[in-house]
């Protein structure tokens, strides 16, 4: 098991060091403290960056209203069960410090986000995943959920971190960029 970790380190680093011509518009919550050059050079060490906060999203169809009323349903559950408000709207792409539901729309994703289908999600602070989490995952439905860490490495937290609730979507991870985050 230990030895397929060592296997994957030298992914990490390229990946971790990408091109600069990524979209500066990212989706990741955005951390200008993390060092990304130091972490580059710790993860070609073997050290993995901390995860900061996490993204849940329900992944759904615009032209298909069961689609649709499925996300959109288990959206409303998902508020009530937590007790989050409208007023609980995320500000921006900045570490927000509570939970906070992303403003979303029933349009496809656009060029900048890495979804290319529509979504409604949430930021989470890492010590409300253990509740979170599981109970979205047991109570999706047909819904796809994708969740990902925040570390300040877009693509890693996208592509090879993150968590899937049904079927695997693809994803725009060219619009990702651990550097372009800060």
């Not at 380190?9 to 971790?16: E, G, S």
Request: with cysteine; charged share 15%; proline share 6%.
């Amino acid at each position: 098991m230990f030895s397929s970790i060592f296997l994957w380190l030298p992914l990490v680093a390229v990946l971790a060091v990408a091109s600069l011509t990524c979209s500066a518009n990212a989706h990741s919550t955005q951390y200008p403290g993390v060092d990304v050059k130091l972490w580059a050079e710790r993860m070609e060490r073997g050290e993995m960056p901390p995860f900061q906060s996490y993204h849940i999203h329900c992944l759904f169809v615009s032209h298909q209203n069961d689609s649709v009323d499925a996300a959109l349903s288990l959206r409303s559950k998902f508020m009530v069960h937590f007790n989050i408000t409208d007023e609980h709207q995320c500000t921006g792409l900045r570490h927000q410090g509570r939970t906070c539901m992303f403003p979303y729309s029933t349009e496809s994703g656009s060029g900048e986000s890495p979804f290319v289908t529509s979504q409604w999600g949430m930021f989470l602070p890492v010590e409300h995943f253990a509740e979170f989490v599981p109970w979205t995952m047991q109570n999706r439905g047909s819904n796809v959920i994708f969740v990902h860490p925040n570390s300040g490495f877009a693509k890693l937290d996208h592509v090879h971190w993150a968590l899937w609730g049904g079927e695997m979507w693809p994803l725009r991870p060219s619009v990702l960029c651990a550097e372009c985050d800060h």
